[in-house]
């Protein structure tokens, strides 16, 4: 028997912590390089190290702030919008949905459970034209709402949300709500919704990040640039920039600050 307080050595040594730093730098190296590319005068961007600091990054935030009368600022705003509200509605939306199919008995209850399930696999890819066509058809498309309605009915928030309240809140404490005349109103919104609290917020991130970065369905249901989020927005740029490459430097700065919203 070993030493009490012995230190067990593991097989592969720091060999898995040396793989992990590895995958990390893969990952985080991209990230970097755009950071420094941002700092670079248009000068500087073809012609100096690729890890090599510019002079001219306030010049290119300037610039982009500058560019067509300040239309990055309305992209910006535009996604928080998205991305907020409609991390919002979908994490509500999840919260009732989660519950009532958590705690409530009704006929169908297993089969909209089940199809919610069959609803996570499906790529949103495949979604995209068909509720494109759809909004076409009821003049909502290249609206706001062409964008925010698609992400309020989120299959998988909506498990997470009926898996955490089947487990976080007793049938137990629900009846002892009912028997003191509770509505069912009450009970929701006074004793399940603040117990579900670190699901929903669990919840309204992983909805944020994926609207954030978001990039097919604004750019399939809008045609106004004044609606686009920062993705489709900075690929505007982009493309503009196969012509005009002064404006790499514009879209380098821009996908930096929209790396930190």
């Known amino acids: 028997m070993a030493a009490h307080g012995a230190r067990v050595r593991r097989p592969w040594g720091v060999a898995p912590t040396g793989l992990l730093l590895l995958g990390a730098l893969y990952c985080l190296f991209p990230v970097c390089w755009v950071l420094i590319a941002a700092t670079k005068s248009p000068g500087e961007l073809f012609t100096t190290s690729t890890l090599a600091f510019g002079t001219g990054f306030f010049d290119n935030v300037a610039a982009l702030f500058a560019y067509r009368d300040g239309v990055y600022w309305l992209w910006a705003g535009d996604t928080l919008l998205y991305a907020g509200g409609g991390a919002l509605l979908s994490t509500a939306v999840s919260a009732v949905s989660g519950y009532a199919l958590a705690k409530y008995r009704f006929p169908g209850r297993n089969l909209i459970f089940n199809l919610l399930i069959g ?114 927005g900075l690929y505007t740029l982009l493309a503009a920039g196969a012509n005009q490459p002064t404006l790499y430097n514009l879209i380098l700065t821009g996908r930096s600050c929209r790396s930190y919203p």
């Open 119 to 232: 609803g996570i696999l499906v790529p949103a890819v495949v979604l995209a034209i068909p509720q494109y066509l759809l909004f076409s058809k009821i003049g909502l498309a290249d609206s706001y709402w062409a964008v925010l309605l698609p992400q309020i009915l989120h299959p998988y928030g909506i498990y997470l949300a009926r898996v955490y309240a089947a487990a976080a809140i007793p049938d137990s404490l629900l009846e002892a709500g009912r028997i003191d005349g509770a509505s069912e109103g009450r009970l929701m919104t006074r004793v399940a919704l603040p117990m579900m609290t670190p699901g929903l917020v669990t919840i309204f991130l992983f909805q944020f990040v994926a609207i954030w970065n978001n990039f097919l369905l604004p750019f399939i249901m809008l045609g106004d640039d004044g609606k686009f989020p920062l993705t489709v």
